[in-house]
C-alpha cells in the first residue's frame, strides 16, 4: 500500500473509535512527512487494508508531564483487537523511537494498561490531567519505558 492508501486507512481505523475532529486526516498526512515523528500501520496478511496504526513523536513544553517522545496514538479494529496487533505496533513504537518513550493512557483502559506493561513501560502516576489531556471523571496514567528494558 502507499502513503495515500495508509492515510486513508488510518482515518478508518481511528474513525472505529469515535468522530474524528475535521483536520484529522491533515494533521497524520504531516506527521507521516516528519522527520521527528513515526507513524507505523498494520495491515491484513490476507487482504489489503489497514487494521492497526501507531504513532510516536516529541511532546515538549508540557507543565504537568516530562517533555519527551510519546505513543500519541495505538489504535486497532475492533474485529483484529486482542490478536496481538496492538502489541507489536507498541513495541515497533518502542524500537523506532529509541530511547525513553512515555505514553498517556486513560485509567479505565484495563486492555491498553495491560498492553503497555507487557511491553515494559512503568507507572509514573495518575492524575485528572496529564501532558494537555483531560480525563473527565476519571484519571490518566502516565507511563514510561526506556530502550533496553524487558519486552
Known amino acids: 500500500m502507499g502513503a495515500s492508501d495508509d492515510l486513508a486507512g488510518i482515518v478508518a481505523v481511528a474513525a472505529s473509535r ?20 513515526r507513524v507505523l500501520v498494520a495491515e491484513r496478511t490476507n487482504a489489503p487494508g489497514v487494521i492497526g496504526w501507531a504513532m510516536v513523536g516529541p511532546w515538549t513544553g508540557l507543565v504537568d508531564a516530562p517533555d519527551g517522545r510519546y505513543v500519541s496514538a495505538l489504535t486497532v479494529t475492533p474485529e483484529a483487537r486482542r490478536s496481538g496487533i496492538g502489541g507489536r505496533l507498541l513495541g515497533d513504537l518502542v524500537v523506532v523511537a529509541g530511547g525513553t518513550v512515555f505514553s498517556v493512557v486513560n485509567a479505565r483502559n484495563r486492555a491498553s494498561l495491560d498492553l503497555h506493561r507487557r511491553q515494559g513501560f512503568v507507572e509514573l502516576g495518575r492524575a485528572a490531567r496529564f501532558a494537555g489531556i483531560d480525563f473527565d471523571g476519571g484519571s490518566g496514567v502516565l507511563l514510561r519505558r526506556d530502550q533496553g528494558g524487558p519486552a
Open 18 to 37: 469515535g468522530r474524528l475532529p475535521a483536520d484529522f486526516a491533515e494533521r497524520i498526512d504531516a506527521r507521516m512527512t516528519d522527520a521527528d515523528w
